[in-house]
């Protein structure tokens, strides 16, 4: 017997050390590290000795026995990588540790609080002697997790967890509710810090570049998703529910987040952490379709394997897919492309049924313009073995990607929407002192979240290359002089006591609500349940 990595898989790699027979594939560094969707275990390796199964942070792990009926076919993926990638030693060398630094002699701030910075803030403090100072601009850290990830996927956002030993620390200072770039600019972080960590991810969406995207109607996925899970910046948006079809721009994971929150029972959304807003504006929805473009083939579907047989186990909703979309190989090099093939071909050979909600994917078709007076009535489409024609819908979501913003006092990539790095070393020409980026502003939005530790990683090794060089060794004000400069600004920072203030009073109302958690969705809101703790 053995066990078995399936769907909400989060690539953190936390298991991989701890399997005492090294079966858990790709291993860090390995040259399919990057690309796959998850990890694997090798089944004809495993000892079943549950090493892995406790470590996992989002409960992605079962024993084969224990599968649930929809999980099962993970137990055929785990194998089938292997047959494709036979288990071979890790020849990767472990990263020398680091027993302390010189205390005063290295203090560190990291702008941002979402699993790229967690992730680095875990990497520095486990250094005794090093300092951190953490900013985030919202009262709330751990950015995506929260904002991003689906409300139905709760084990996911379990994640976080393993960062509370790391936001504990006595020498890990948390600045929530405090804007880099407002508040205090990258200078004066400088003054006080001997190095910077910029891990602010990418905050917009890429545009269509089609006719008509400025019509009311079309908005990017992102705000949808931060509407649903109760981002300040998104709650009081609204959106056109009252047609029949929804289409989404797009393939990725976010578009299939979005279908499944459309169109999922709304009892099950009930009782998840969704924004109550939302819960009431779907109460409401006439929504019963929803249509996924994607510009290319099911071969190239940005969507992951487990998350594209997930939607055949909704309740009420059929899956659409049709046959003429498929290519006649069904043999790939990538196993998850195979994985995905033959999930489609079983989609395809469904029959529909009278009364259910449908998701709709069309491969091989591209966006031309959005039809419409004053707001959006349809979308025109074209594909060369069909044409031009026009779907009639009054919302479109495009989720073609995030894009990165210019930092203030960072050199910027217009083109990519990333700060110019080395591996993480900012870099303008020569190295920008003391300054590095880890995340989707350093690498572009692509990965899940475990990607961001190997990501932190390699941003953390180069800061101590420069330490160790006598880079960053230079004299910085303290931190009561932080705090009195944050004090001159009419900043209110809230400490980490202050978001598990926060914390236990969402799932206070959770509690009343039987839900996980109610969340406060106004800044407001949030720091007068934080200042109270």
């Not at 995207?213 to 009252?242: C, I, K, R, T």
């Not at 530790?453 to 941003?459: D, G, V």
């Amino acid at each position: 017997m053995a066990y078995v990595i399936t769907q909400n898989c989060c690539k953190d790699a936390s298991c991989v050390p701890v399997c005492p027979v090294d079966c858990i594939r790709p291993a860090e560094g390995g040259l399919d590290s990057a690309s796959a969707e998850m990890l694997y275990i090798d089944p004809e390796s495993c000892i079943d000795c549950g090493a892995c199964f406790e470590e996992c942070p989002v409960g992605a792990i079962h024993y084969e026995e224990d599968l649930p009926g929809e999980l099962q076919r993970f137990k055929d993926l785990n194998a089938a990588y292997f047959e494709r990638h036979p288990l071979e030693p890790v020849t990767v060398p472990a990263a020398p540790s680091r027993a302390r630094v010189e205390a005063g002699s290295l203090r560190v701030a990291i702008v941002g609080s979402g699993p790229a910075a967690c992730y680095a803030a875990a990497e520095l403090i486990d250094v005794d002697g090093v300092e951190i100072n953490l900013f985030e601009r919202l009262p709330t850290p751990f950015g995506l997790i929260r904002a991003g990830v689906a409300p139905d996927h709760q084990h996911t956002k379990a994640v976080v967890d393993i960062f509370a030993r790391a936001f504990t620390n006595p020498r890990l200072a948390s600045h929530f509710n405090v804007e880099v770039g407002r508040t205090v600019n990258h200078d004066e972080l400088l003054a006080h810090h001997h190095a910077v960590i910029y891990a602010v991810g990418a905050a917009t969406s890429r545009r269509l570049g089609i006719d008509g995207e400025d019509l009311m109607g079309h908005h990017a996925a992102a705000e949808f998703v931060g509407w649903y899970n109760g981002h300040p910046d998104h709650a009081a948006h609204q959106f056109d529910l009252s047609g029949e079809r929804a289409v989404i721009v797009g393939n990725g994971n976010v578009a299939l987040d979005v279908a499944r929150v459309l169109l999922m029972d709304r009892d099950a959304l009930a009782a998840t952490d969704i924004a109550q807003h939302t819960l009431d504006a779907l109460a409401d929805s006439a929504i019963r379709e929803l249509v996924i473009l994607a510009r290319r083939g099911i071969e190239h579907a940005a969507f992951s394997a487990g998350e594209f047989q997930a939607l055949g186990h909704l309740d009420g909703v059929d899956v659409i897919v049709d046959p003429a979309d498929l290519p006649d190989d069904d043999e790939h090099d990538d196993v998850e492309t195979s994985f995905k093939l033959a999930i489609a071909r079983e989609y395809a050979q469904r029959t529909s049924t009278p009364g259910n909600r449908r998701v709709v994917f069309r491969f091989g078709v591209a966006p031309a313009a959005i039809v419409g007076a004053e707001r959006a009535e349809g979308l025109e489409i074209g594909s060369d073995r069909r044409g031009t024609e026009v779907i009639e819908t009054s919302l479109i979501l495009r989720s073609i990607g995030y894009r990165g913003l210019p930092v203030a006092g960072l050199p910027y990539d217009e083109e990519s929407g990333t700060v110019p790095n080395d591996s993480g070393r900012v870099v303008n020409g020569s190295p920008v002192p003391g300054t590095y980026v880890t995340g989707w502003i350093k690498r572009g939005p692509r990965g899940v979240i475990g990607t961001n530790r190997l990501c932190a990683e390699q941003t953390v090794a180069q800061l101590w290359a420069d330490f160790d060089a006598g880079l960053l060794r230079r004299d910085v004000e303290d931190r009561e002089s932080l705090d009195a400069l944050l004090a001159t600004r009419g900043a209110e920072p809230l400490g980490w006591s202050g978001w598990r203030a926060i914390d236990a009073a969402e799932r206070d109302r959770g509690v009343r609500a039987a839900r996980p958690r109610v969340k406060f969705v106004s800044v407001e809101e949030m720091l007068s349940a934080g200042l109270r703790g």
